[in-house]
Antibody, heavy 121, light 111 residues
Framework: QVQLQESGPGLVKPSQTLSLTCAVS??????????WSWVRQPAGKGLEWIGR???????NYNPSLKSRVTMSRDTSNNQFSLKVSSVTAADTAIYYC?????????????WGQGTLVTVSS | QSVLTQPPSVSGAPGQRVTISCTGS?????????VHWYQQLPGTAPKLLIY???NRPSGVPDRFSGSKSGTSASLAITGLQAEDEADYYC???????????FGGGTKLTVL
């Protein structure tokens, strides 16, 4: 059973860069058949897909965030990361990391517990 | 405005059947991309409920079922229970955005 755990600062100042890491256990981020992704959820609102990194390290981002988002992976520590630059209050949200499975479509079959990031001075 | 449209809320009494709709377009559900459903209990991460339009992961009760036709999909819950009170989200792929998209979510209230 794969498990994901987000970590990173809970408070980021406006205009700075938000940085989060997702540690994966119970499975390798280089295993075929999966993508590794970030999803966020502002308080009281819906889910927004941010981006994904595949087993080869290639990335794909939500067009609405593409100019500010960078994802990467660290295979030696079996983790992947998210950076969002030039943050504003609109980036305040719970950030989830998740595994995407490619069987019968592409869906998020395992999720981290989420971490709240607040953008405020 | 979400790419996939869901009703903001639905409700039903215990034991009843409720359905939650998810309406897309020709660049997502209408392009034959699969739809998937998630249940989010208060204060918790989303949980996969239905994948590939109709399939239930191990451990999900058969009270939950999914269907898809054209640009629309539905999640049906029969024998409604108090523990089903949660937010429900549909999700698919959109070729115009070249990425995954979620519905805006539906809050289910068990009366």
């Amino acid at each position: 059973q794969v498990q994901l755990q987000e970590s990173g600062p809970g408070l980021v100042k406006p205009s700075q860069t938000l940085s989060l890491t997702c540690a994966v256990s119970g499975g390798s981020i280089t295993s075929d058949g999966y993508f590794w992704s970030w999803v966020r959820q502002p308080a009281g609102k819906g889910l927004e897909w941010i981006g994904r990194v595949d087993t080869s390290g290639f990335t794909n981002y939500n067009p609405s965030l593409k100019s500010r988002v960078t994802m990467s992976r660290d295979t030696s520590n079996n983790q992947f990361s998210l950076k969002v630059s030039s943050v504003t209050a609109a980036d305040t949200a719970i950030y989830y990391c998740a595994r995407v499975t490619m069987v019968d479509g592409f869906y998020f079959d395992s999720w981290g517990q989420g971490t709240l990031v607040t953008v405020s001075s | 405005q979400s790419v996939l449209t869901q009703p903001p809320s639905v409700s039903g009494a215990p034991g009843q059947r409720v359905t939650i709709s998810c309406t897309g377009s020709s660049s997502n559900l209408g392009a034959d991309y699969d739809v998937h459903w998630y249940q989010q209990l208060p204060g918790t991460a989303p949980k996969l409920l239905i994948y590939g339009n109709i399939n239930r992961p191990s451990g999900v009760p058969d009270r939950f079922s999914g269907s898809k036709s054209g640009t629309s999909a539905s999640l049906a819950i029969t024998g409604l229970q108090a523990e089903d009170e949660a937010d429900y989200y549909c999700q698919s792929y959109d070729s115009g955005l070249s990425g995954w998209v979620f519905g805006g979510g539906t809050k289910l209230t068990v009366l």
